[in-house]
């Protein structure tokens, strides 16, 4: 049984997701953001830089694992799905696993800091986040232009990165004229797990398109800025 200690953000529907894909069974344990709960000793124990989502693996000596791509790893390969073995499919799947982790996920977070949550619109910041986010949906698409998945086939890599790209409404940046990516998008939605996946800890509704919703969705994320 795996614990999944979560909250409903890209990062953590990462590690829902994947568990979902893999049949593992887990519990869900949500942690409060707004309330600093990722800062409480008791869950720094199982992830010491205070960050969602981290999992405790109860069949493996109560081993902790943190940083949501460790542990999209660890699970596929406990699982021996969604990962290849062989050394060029590994590659491929963790070299667009990282490129999520290391632009997509980077980009589009500062993104929604200075588009959503920051009190002062500082444009300059604005304009460079969603610019890269949108370089980066065109290094996607041109990728997906030629290919029906990331890498091969489906794999730790597509959620990686569905998970945050699908949330492009609330960064402010468009998809339009990315057909292959916005085919892809409508791809990982048709996946059942991928839908129960964005589900966990609970359902939110998208509130992008919302300016009264959004708003106070963003004042409560500006508590958390600092932590």
């Known amino acids: 049984m795996i614990d999944l200690y979560t909250a409903p953000t890209p990062n953590g529907w990462k590690a829902s997701i994947t568990l979902e894909e893999l049949q593992i069974p887990y519990e869900t344990h949500t942690v409060n953001l ?3 709960e990722q800062k409480e000793p008791w869950f720094l124990e199982i992830n010491p830089n205070g960050r969602i989502p981290a999992i405790v693996d109860r069949d493996a000596s109560d081993l902790a694992v943190f940083e949501s791509g460790a542990v ?13 073995t062989d050394a060029a499919g590994r590659s491929r799947v963790i070299s667009w696993l990282m490129f999520q982790m290391g632009g997509v996920g980077p980009m589009m977070g500062q993104a929604n800091v200075f588009f959503r949550y920051f009190p002062e619109k500082l444009q300059p910041a604005i304009d460079r986040y969603q610019n890269e986010s949108r370089r980066l949906f065109e290094v996607l698409d041109r990728h997906l232009d030629e290919n029906e998945w990331l890498a091969g086939d489906f794999s730790i890599a597509d959620i990686a990165n ?7 409404k609330w960064s402010g940046v468009s ?7 916005q085919r892809w998008i409508g791809q990982l939605y048709d996946r059942p797990a991928c839908v129960r996946g964005i589900e966990i800890p609970f359902k939110i509704p998208s509130i992008a398109d919302d300016e009264e919703a959004a708003a106070e969705f963003a004042k409560n994320a500006q508590k958390t800025l600092q932590r």
């Open 34 to 36: 707004t309330k600093n």
């Open 175 to 181: 998809i339009e004229g990315l057909d292959p990516l």
């Open 72 to 84: 999209m790893i660890y699970l596929a390969e406990k699982a021996g799905r969604l990962l290849p």
């Open 162 to 168: 569905w998970a945050w790209v699908r949330t492009h």
